[in-house]
């Protein structure tokens, strides 16, 4: 499974896309790089890429035609041994599992035999073409587009170095005495693969090189798997070829595999695109029920983001903490608007029914489901006290869900920033003062150190809303707008 551009271009691990128990923005997050991953191929290549990749494509076309010319072949392989492994190498390479916006495939079981059994001076050339011509139904489907043939060629560089390493040192029939000289041979087609991936990934890709590495490491080991049970397929095949066809029982198992995955990952993200649609209607109804609880949940959105970030929440969870923090106050929705829009403060009776909200939230949230029932469980808990005198279930300290106290901090200091009917907006001196003198009573003091400390630093992510809602949307995130860093 070679990790190249076409083949893998991901900020994270292929299992981090497939947890056990997906959260929604997971999913709606994963649907985006695939859908991404699919335009990227339909699309021309983008000016530095296509100067990156035209330039590797000539320099790898020229050493190839160098080691065909100078090399020398102690290896006499039949035509229709060489067409049948590129094109079983072509078939392989069609076995594709797709997660974020890349994929990977095990050419591995196809590439050793190629290397083993075909003329040494000829494998990159064979392996190039087999590249090409396992993309070509997609080219002539227009699901890639035809320049995107560059790219295959210059992923191709990963055949060079074993070839260098087996003409110096074994280059006739395989033979098991020769073992250390194939390791060191696939450790060399490793690092030749790696060397022209990393340096396309800096000078083409934004996503950070660490995550790339975990990822290019992964698929090495799986690379040795699938190479022993080519190196001991190549080495019966040497004498008897038809040897080769037991191959095709486990390329038809991982196509089997990969076409398993595909269904349920659309299936799944189909599930996923009636969450994102209802997220968004419940949104779209806020804003038309009440402007500024619309407003206010926005706001209170960017506050989570900042306060999440310095309290150090992971990534996944500062995903599902904001959308708490967006629907938090949804069962407002149900609740009675001369209640709702009241300009002065709320009889005891009024404010019975107005406590309602979290549970009327959740409810709403459980009648979707699934993932957003996770959500359901924040919203109702985003009005318990750190003493234990909150609503509806008089939770204390820690038994209050982390993301609910983070947006009742936020969502109180808002509130007490904002211009209200009954009375003006506080200063923000005096708003965190606020929170600091019922740090450790009403609100989490760990939390009211986040806020203070976003507050006075300017909070520097703001803007996170339009990031969720572009998710939701499908739309492409603004410049600038971080969904998750």
């Known amino acids: 499974m070679e990790v190249s551009l076409e083949k893998v271009c991901i900020a994270g691990r292929a299992d981090e896309f497939w ?57 006499d392989a039949d035509p229709l041994l060489v067409i049948g492994l590129v094109a079983a190498f072509a078939v392989v390479c069609r076995v594709r599992f797709e997660f974020g916006y890349g994929y990977v495939s095990p050419e591995q079981l196809l590439f050793v035999p190629i290397l083993l059994l075909l003329p040494l001076n000829l494998v990159p050339l064979l392996a190039a073409a087999g590249w090409l011509l396992s993309t070509t139904p997609e080219y002539l489907r227009g699901e890639w587009h035809r320049e995107r043939s560059v790219t295959c060629i210059a992923d191709s560089w990963f055949s060079v170095g074993p070839v260098l390493v087996l003409a110096a040192l074994a280059p006739g029939e395989p033979r098991l005495a020769d073992v250390e000289i194939y390791f060191l041979a696939l450790v060399a087609q490793q690092a030749t693969d790696f060397a022209w991936s990393l340096t396309r990934h800096l000078l083409v890709e934004t996503t950070p090189v660490m995550p790339w590495v975990r990822v290019y490491v992964s698929a090495i080991r799986v690379d040795a798997v699938l190479s022993i049970l080519g190196f001991v397929v190549s080495l019966v095949a040497s004498g008897e070829p038809l040897v080769l066809a037991t191959l095709g029982p486990l390329v038809w198992l991982l196509a089997v595999f990969s076409r398993d995955r595909r269904e349920r990952y659309s299936a799944v993200l189909e599930l996923h695109r009636a969450y994102r649609g209802t997220v968004m209607l419940l949104v779209d109804v806020i804003e038309s029920e009440d402007g500024y609880t619309a407003d206010h949940s926005r706001s209170v959105v960017e506050l989570v983001q900042a306060v999440a970030q310095r309290m150090g929440v992971d990534a996944t969870q500062r995903q599902e903490l904001e959308f708490a923090a967006l629907l938090h106050d949804v069962g407002k929705i149900a609740i009675p608007k001369e209640i709702l829009n009241k300009p002065s403060s709320l009889s005891h009776e009024e404010f019975e029914i107005m406590k309602t909200h979290t549970i009327e939230g959740q409810f709403m949230l459980d009648r979707v489901g699934g993932v957003l029932g996770r959500v359901g469980e924040m919203v109702r808990s985003c009005h318990e006290r750190w003493d234990g005198r909150g609503y509806p279930d008089g939770l204390k300290g820690e038994e209050i869900p982390l993301a609910a106290r983070i947006v009742f901090v936020c969502d109180a200091y808002n509130a007490m920033t904002t211009d209200r009917p009954y009375r003006a907006a506080m200063s923000e001196e005096a708003a965190v003062a606020e929170l600091i003198s019922n740090a450790g009573t009403q609100f989490d003091p760990e939390a009211v150190e986040a806020l203070v400390a976003a507050v006075q630093e300017g909070l520097s992510e703001r803007g996170s809303v339009d990031g969720v809602r572009a998710v939701l949307a499908r739309a492409q995130v603004p410049q600038g707008v971080g969904i998750s860093s």
Do not use: Q
Not at 26 to 33: A, G, N, P, V
């Open 19 to 75: 947890p056990a128990e997906p959260t929604i923005f997971e999913m709606l997050l994963s649907e985006r790089l695939v859908a991404e991953g699919r335009e990227r191929r339909r699309a021309r290549l983008e000016s530095r890429e296509r100067t990156v990749d035209a330039l590797s494509a000539a320099a790898f076309l020229a050493a190839a035609c160098a080691i065909a010319l100078w090399v020398p072949s102690n290896r």
